[in-house]
DNA sequence: TCAAGCGATAATGTATACACATGAGGGCTG
DNA sequence: CAGCCCTCATGTGTATACATTATCGCTTGA
């Protein structure tokens, strides 16, 4: 009881500004990191007992938050017997990047159909220009490689949010929740990859501009599938995926 | 423990086939049904008390089921404000069934590109059949209609099994909570329209036999993108959109 | 008369106790 | 000795009581 006081209170400090409205997102949010950052092996079942004495709540929460986890894919629910963390096959991991390809293409299609919005144009120019600079180096420091990351997903993000269409959305974010397939990681840093793919944004952002839906989508098809590509690449040099870090 | 058993056999007897696994999937299964019945209007707020007395149950496995529903985009929650039943306007309708096409010409490629099982194939044989039968009247009455639309469905599905990507068989029934977006509801029975789109199936089969990925994905997408089309034909005839039976 | 603050009420969020299902281990029987 | 069944332990499913939050109407003051 003290013990889950403190803990509260510990979160509190942590994370003063975007504190969820009730337990049961704190704790989604919890094991959603948890599970992203590796502590569950794949396949591992997880007790409803455990988890809520390990996080200082009750079973009502945390079955609450297992159950929305499994909705977003990233669970496995089998009636009277629990969730386990879900185990992805190599398929199912490069499968999720093709869908992702598809649904990425069709953001961009709606964003060059129904136009830019201001905020959304900043933010594209501002990341662009940003990461011109990052890449007019010749080699990029492990800090550079984060802040070029930073610098995709926020392009990314600005045109699922230019689409103005809550359902794309909503399905883009189910395909992060799949390890690997997720513009949050940038799979390579090969020189002429991260130039290739940074180019790419230059001129999906120019076909967006033009609104020319059609050369938007396929420019962004390419862009996510091409990924794909370096995935299978990378997978096949070192046959086991590593998960984790990098 | 006999009061248990006996309520078991009864519902056993009432539904012999497919019983639940547990209550709240029993739930689930009401809710979502009186809802595509449009039993609520949307934007109507489901009370947690008053269903569970209306279902017979306690709370805990109506909060299960309303959150699995909101999940599946046919809810909307807001926290500590519960669950409303979701008004889609007719942008939204309209989006899903570009979604849909982009995801079902996907599923098409898969299948082109890895084979029909021979269950999918003999299903897809069987249905491309009856249609031609159906059609071949010159007017289809309420029960060819009827016909027709599962002849419809199951041609759609078996596609989607051929795919073998259960990721992607998850968003297209996601896309199906979306009132009018589901090829369960033929949009249009006009001549015309009806025996294009069975054409359709007749080509799309074709392609995926001929293991054609390019030329299935795009004959689904335009398929699907089509419906659409005579949807918001059908839309802006009468304004309003009706919903529930035809 | 209107606006703002406050309190009552109802609905959701959480905790906990109990019911039931599943699986493993040991004892009984053929 | 092998196989089956029964029992028990573990853990999920459900019900219910309590805590917390939102909403609405009322009062009060300007």
Redesign the interface.
């Known amino acids: 009881m003290t013990d889950a006081a403190l803990r509260q209170i510990e979160t509190d400090e942590v994370s003063p500004e975007a504190r969820p409205?009730?337990r049961t997102?704190s704790v989604v949010d919890r094991i959603r990191t948890a599970v992203l950052a590796g502590e569950f092996e794949p396949g591992t079942r997880l007790h409803e007992v455990r988890l809520s004495e390990r996080l200082g709540v009750s079973r009502t929460p945390i079955?609450?938050a297992l159950?929305?986890l499994a909705?977003?894919?990233m669970l496995e629910y089998t009636?009277?017997r629990g969730y386990s963390v879900r185990r992805f096959s190599t398929a199912?991991i490069v499968?999720?990047y093709?869908?992702r390809a598809?649904?990425e293409?069709?953001a961009a299609r709606?964003a060059a159909e129904r136009g830019l919005p201001e905020a959304e144009r900043a933010a594209i120019e501002r990341v662009l220009a940003e990461g011109d600079e990052i890449l007019a180096a010749r080699d990029l420091g492990e800090e550079e490689k984060l802040a070029y990351t930073a610098v995709n997903t926020t392009f990314h993000e600005a045109i699922h949010s230019a689409a103005r269409?809550?359902?794309?959305g909503?399905?883009i974010r189910?395909?992060h929740s799949?390890p690997h397939s997720s513009h949050r990681n940038v799979v390579s840093f090969e020189h002429m990859d991260v130039r290739r793919r940074h180019d790419d944004h230059h001129r999906i952002y120019d076909a967006i501009l033009a609104c020319d839906p059609y050369r938007a989508e396929m420019l962004m098809r390419e862009h996510v599938a091409s990924v794909k590509t370096s995935l299978v690449r990378a997978l096949s040099g070192r046959p086991m995926a590593r998960r984790g870090r990098s």
Do not use: Y
Not at 165 to 168: Q, T
């Open positions: 409205a009730t997102l079955r609450s159950q929305s909705s977003e894919g009636p009277n199912e499968d999720a093709e869908i598809v649904m293409a069709l709606f269409c809550r359902m794309l909503d399905m189910v395909c799949v």
